[in-house]
């Protein structure tokens, strides 16, 4: 279902509507104020009312009210006062528009439904009091507009009676759960409605709240309201029906505010480890180690052996591996627990068979180890430290080489798109050390091909900055002329769009979306390392398509990092284990000019079994759909 513009469906933000309905107290200024209110918080649309008396009450009612109940007596005069002339209405659409927020009207009675109708709204609301009146109903079917429909004051076999009947008509439509108490008890508010009424009709629900305060609204938002609809007031004390049940401005924003954070929280049925997490784990975390002295030949019991901080090594979770062993080495205390001291023969793992060209992600440590698995091109991940006490690398490499810069300079994140002058000049310090460190190294590689050289451009930050993009990629193509490229290739890597750094989450406000990427690359002739774990996070953030976003930066392309990816945030997962369709993944980047390098999150622990677990899985897929392609020419 659409209402306008806005897509009313799992995953698409809530659709929030702001109540104004009677609380203008028949004022055409007051009515503006609210709708300036629900600009301001972000509401995608403000609603009012609309009646013609003399067609919704029988004359008797409308006449000598002094025989009548109570509640006629005191509800019919203040509609009769509230009440906005047409030319009110008319006011308040144009008003509505030049405000960018949709103007939406509940029409109590047939002729309102016209009047509305002929303002030109998206959809129409029906009130509560109007879900059983198969009149208005039949009539606003004719109309062909979306409906919002609100159930309270119904019960369930009524519901089920108005669902056929707009069934039946193909109505567009949706359903709001509601308690129409003005306030509702908050223990009569039966939330657990929302879901079942969902998977009952398949159709939208939201909820229409007539509560005090925001809390249940928000609740309801967890329980997978697509809609919500919330009054809202200036003052509480007015006088009028509904100002006690509505939200003063201040209240009705952060409402808005905290619908959006609940949204956020929501992400994913399944659960994967953040990057955060992942820093946290390794520090916080646990690991086997031995108790005491264990010496080669003694059996391992559970007195010898415990768990200690950080979480680098073998979990704990293997305690029951380990017990009845045989110790096959001098182990001392405190010392870490290893994959050969479980009593499995140890299996060596010779070069891999896969079918595309590849390459590993290695340390100054630990390549010599890792070229023995056959990559064709090693990515060097620096750290600071590696720049100026980096291990002389005194053996030759039959493999090309790439090096992926350190993340940090000093205190800061390298960062190119800086407005702040000394950062971007450390920043672009920082680029040419890594450079320098790529030149010397390379005569020990295969010079086939220029060394590459994967950055970052920058243009982080704590909080969004949605309308700095232009200054902060002028700053980076500015950064990136300074920069002595020679001997080298720069590959610019698009970024997620909250990254982890320093163990908090930041926001990219630059080189996520591939338009603005493939933009600068056109404009500075630049190539890229696509980094399709990045890609699919900036997607979901987006909401956009993995695919076209691939087949926008394909001719770009000359270096591929290859992980799974979840959600927003949840990068650096192992194949297979998020939201990445690879099969498509894969043919899309058939023919590229450039490698794949697996870059799971710890992937080179226990011998590398992260990355070589990746390779098999993603061999495994490539054979599936026949793909055993080279680079193509550049």
């Known amino acids: 279902m659409k209402i306008a513009s806005h897509q009313i469906s799992e995953g698409a933000p809530c659709f929030i509507i702001a109540e104004a309905g009677l609380n203008h107290n028949g004022l055409l200024r007051i009515a503006k104020l609210l709708v300036d209110v629900a600009v301001i918080a ?37 509609l009769e006062r509230y009440e906005l002339p047409e030319t009110d209405f008319h006011e308040l659409k144009a008003y509505c528009d030049e405000k960018g927020i949709i103007f939406l009207c509940s029409p109590w009675d047939v002729p309102s439904a016209d009047f509305i109708d002929s303002l030109g709204v998206p959809a129409f609301k ?44 193909k109505a567009d439509f949706a359903l709001l759960h509601c308690n129409s108490t003005y306030p509702a008890a908050y223990d009569e508010l039966n939330l657990r409605c929302m879901p079942t ?18 809390a249940a609204t928000l609740a309801a938002v967890a329980l997978g309201a697509r809609i919500v609809e919330k009054h809202l007031t200036l003052d509480r004390t007015m006088k009028g029906p509904d100002h006690p049940a509505s939200l003063e401005p201040e209240e009705f924003i952060n409402l808005v505010k905290d619908i959006r954070i609940v949204e956020r929280s929501l992400g994913s049925p399944h659960r994967w480890v953040t990057r955060g997490e992942f820093m946290n784990r390794e520090v916080l975390g646990k690991s086997l180690v031995a108790a005491c002295d264990i010496k080669k030949g003694r059996q391992i019991t559970r007195e010898t052996v415990t768990a200690k901080s950080p979480g680098k090594g073998i979990s704990p979770q293997r305690l029951g591996e380990l017990l009845g062993t045989v110790a096959r080495r001098d182990i001392p205390a405190d010392g870490y627990f ?48 590696d720049l100026s006490h980096h291990n002389e690398l005194k053996g030759r490499y039959e493999q090309r080489l790439a090096v992926h810069m350190a993340e940090y300079v000093g205190e800061n994140l390298v960062d190119l798109c800086s407005c702040d002058r000394e950062l971007r000049t450390r920043s672009i ?9 790529a030149r010397a190294i390379a005569p020990n590689f295969d010079t086939g091909e220029l060394p590459k050289i994967v950055i970052h451009p920058g243009g982080m ?16 193509a500015d950064s990136l002329g300074q920069i002595n490229t020679e001997g080298v290739e720069l590959l610019l890597e698009n970024m997620p769009p909250l990254p982890w750094y320093f163990g908090g989450q930041w926001y ?23 980094d399709v774990s990045h890609a699919q996070l900036a997607c979901n953030y987006l909401g956009c398509d993995l695919a076209a976003y691939v087949r926008r930066l394909k001719p770009f392309t000359r270096h591929v990092h290859m992980a799974d990816a979840a959600g927003k945030s ?58 055993s392609n080279k680079p193509a020419e550049a």
């Open 508 to 530: 990219h406000n630059v080189f996520v979306d591939a338009e603005e990427i493939a933009g600068l690359c056109e404009r500075l002739n630049f190539k890229l390392c696509l």
């Open 461 to 476: 930050s704590f909080e969004p900055q949605p309308n700095r993009a232009a200054v902060l990629l002028d700053n980076l």
């Open 126 to 169: 029906v009130a509560s009091a109007d879900m059983t009146n198969f009149v208005l109903l039949e009539h606003l079917c004719s109309k062909g507009r979306p409906l919002i429909v609100s159930t309270g004051m119904s019960t369930e076999s009524e519901v089920a009676q108005t669902v056929e009947f707009l069934k039946g008509r």
């Open 570 to 627: 949840g990068e650096g997962l192992q194949i297979g284990e998020g939201e990445i369709d690879f099969e498509q993944l894969l043919l899309h980047l058939d023919g590229v000019n450039g490698y794949l390098i697996p870059e799971i999150w710890q992937g080179h622990k226990f011998g590398a079994e992260g990355f070589i677990l990746a390779l098999k899985r993603l061999a495994d897929i490539a054979s599936r759909i026949s793909i």
């Open 338 to 385: 290893v994959e050969s001291d479980f009593g499995k023969p140890l299996q060596e793992v010779g070069p891999v068979d896969f079918p595309l060209p590849w390459g590993m992600i290695v340390r100054f440590s630990d390549i010599d180890k890792l070229v023995s698995f056959g990559p064709q091109i090693v990515e060097f991940h620096l750290t600071e430290a």
């Open 197 to 214: 009424m969902g998977k009952q009709y398949g159709v939208p629900v939201g909820y229409s709240g007539h509560e005090r305060g925001g």
């Open 429 to 437: 310090r920082r680029i040419e050390e890594v450079t320098a460190l």
């Open 42 to 78: 972000g509401a995608q649309a403000v609603k009012f009312q609309k009646r013609d008396l003399k067609s919704l009450y029988r004359a008797e009612e409308l006449g000598d009210r002094t025989g009548s109940e109570q509640q006629f007596q005191y509800i019919l005069p203040q």
